[in-house]
């Protein structure tokens, strides 16, 4: 599923390539991407024509784009949404396109999504309309890329999962916004704290080190357009360029001690970490 960077790299396409054009129309290929408030997809694009795309914004994995007339795109990508920007249909459709947004000039964002899980919806853009229609929005926990992310915030968020190991924590989107199973590994890694360890364990220098290493990581990954995988791309059909240091790297050796990396299953997440480095 893509995370934080790589939802935020869509962000940022999208806020580069689309904001500021205006829809001609939409063509719906997958109904079933289409959530409520609007389900039909005739309405659903009627709507939708002659609006503009006046912000692009990120909650964790999820993207609102707001438009005129009060009105937002709420998009979920799950496990295999891609936004695609192309130009005067210069690339071909793909058999996984599920909408087709044309805007004004040429330029179209299409919605390809494999399994077709991911989320589309219109709606209001109020926080009372967002959250009673997404209530995970509502419960979701701190937004690591603000301002004010910390340990102490992480420590104080994590307090009802403390029996828990701090992996399966990370992974609980009420507790931290956006981190799955790539960046949770990266980031303990990089923190020097066994995935496997109780939460209620970690010393306020844990909770410190884990949080700036969750920033940092994410920073790092969005700037590198995200990690590469089967199931994400940015607008421009580019791959992530991140390069993870303990996920998927199961059997080769720690990068910085040497020792071979170990394999585990947390929270039903296949999981990657050093036996020497992490404790
Ligand atoms: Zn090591």
Not at 136 to 141: D, E, F, I
Not at 179 to 200: F, M, Q, T
Request: charged share 20%; hydrophobic share 35%.
């Amino acid at each position: 599923m893509p995370e934080l960077p790589e939802v935020e790299t869509v962000r940022r396409g999208i806020e580069k390539r689309i904001v500021g054009l205006t829809v001609e129309s939409v063509s719906i290929f997958a109904p079933q991407i289409l959530k409520s408030p609007i389900t039909d997809p005739l309405v659903f694009s009627e709507k939708l024509a002659g609006m503009t795309f006046v912000d692009a914004r990120r909650r964790g994995k999820h993207l609102i784009f707001g438009l005129t007339s009060g009105y937002a795109l709420y998009a979920h990508l799950n496990m295999r949404g891609q936004f695609v920007v192309a130009l005067n249909s210069d690339l071909p459709q793909g058999k996984y396109l599920c909408a087709l947004f044309r805007f004004v000039g040429g330029v179209e964002l299409r919605y390809h999504d494999i399994w077709r899980w991911g989320e589309l919806r219109l709606l209001h853009d109020s926080q009372s309309e967002i959250f009673g229609l997404v209530p995970a929005l509502a419960s979701m926990g701190a937004e690591p890329l603000s301002e004010g992310f910390c340990g102490a915030v992480l420590q104080h968020d994590a307090r009802s999962r403390y029996g828990s190991p701090i992996k399966t924590v990370l992974l609980d989107q009420s507790v931290v916004a956006g981190v799955g199973n790539i960046y949770a590994d990266e980031s303990l890694y990089r923190s020097g704290i066994a995935p496997i360890r109780k939460a209620r364990t970690l010393t306020d220098r844990d909770w410190h080190r884990l949080a700036s290493e969750i920033i940092n990581v994410l920073k790092e990954a969005a700037d590198c357009g995200g990690t590469l995988s089967d199931n994400y791309v940015d607008v421009d059909g580019s791959v992530g360029r991140y390069q993870p240091q303990v996920y998927g790297r199961a059997k080769e050796n720690c990068t910085n001690c040497g020792t071979p990396l170990v394999t585990t299953r947390l929270g039903g997440r296949s999981t990657v970490y050093c036996p020497e480095c992490q404790r």
